[in-house]
């Protein structure tokens, strides 16, 4: 949805669309290699999500480098270090909810409002954990809104 349009606003409706066949078919090849060659047996549904979000990356990592190669896009000073603070964050997020949320088998012992409740409760321990760790790293949120003129 981001990295397309680069493309389009060129008049360049044909690298978008080969990158897509060719994530298209790559995606389907990982759905087969997920769940009948590597058979994760009672996890292939997670095999399908899987192969899914590694499609989705693969799309976007290689609309990234032809925007790149061909010139329509060249990243600003400081990019690099955004991303890598984000990642961090988005590390640390997912270590803290996934300490936080104890044991799998202890949620099959609770109750549906209490898991309801635990879920709720872990969602707001992740928001927390991630913007205190952007708020560390000196992200703020205006570095979100910034606006470029044109």
């Given at each position: 949805?981001?990295?397309?349009?680069?493309?389009?606003?060129?008049?360049?409706?044909?690298?978008?669309?080969?990158?897509?066949?060719?994530?298209?078919?790559?995606?389907?090849?990982?759905?087969?290699?997920?769940?009948?060659?590597?058979?994760?047996?009672?996890?292939?549904?997670?095999?399908?999500?899987?192969?899914?979000?590694?499609?989705?990356?693969?799309?976007?990592?290689?609309?990234?480098?032809?925007?790149?190669?061909?010139?329509?896009?060249?990243?600003?000073?400081?990019?690099?270090?955004?991303?890598?603070?984000?990642?961090?964050?988005?590390?640390?997020?997912a270590a803290v909810v996934h300490y936080a949320a104890g044991?799998?088998?202890?949620?099959?012992?609770?109750?549906?409002?209490?898991?309801?409740?635990?879920?709720?409760?872990?969602?707001?321990?992740?928001?927390?954990?991630?913007?205190?760790?952007?708020?560390?790293?000196?992200?703020?949120?205006?570095?979100?809104?910034?606006?470029?003129?044109?």
């Open positions: 949805k981001v990295l397309a349009p680069g493309f389009y606003s060129r008049q360049n409706i044909k690298t978008p669309v080969k990158i897509a066949v060719f994530v298209l078919v790559a995606t389907q090849l990982m759905n087969v290699l997920f769940v009948f060659v590597l058979d994760f047996k009672e996890f292939k549904h997670a095999g399908l999500a899987l192969a899914i979000g590694l499609g989705a990356c693969l799309n976007a990592g290689l609309l990234f480098y032809h925007l790149r190669k061909r010139g329509y896009y060249q990243p600003q000073t400081g990019w690099l270090m955004f991303v890598l603070k984000l990642a961090f964050a988005v590390t640390s997020m044991a799998d088998a202890l949620w099959f012992d609770y109750g549906l409002v209490e898991r309801l409740m635990r879920l709720v409760g872990l969602l707001f321990v992740g928001l927390g954990s991630y913007f205190s760790m952007l708020w560390l790293m000196g992200i703020r949120v205006k570095d979100f809104t910034r606006r470029t003129v044109i």
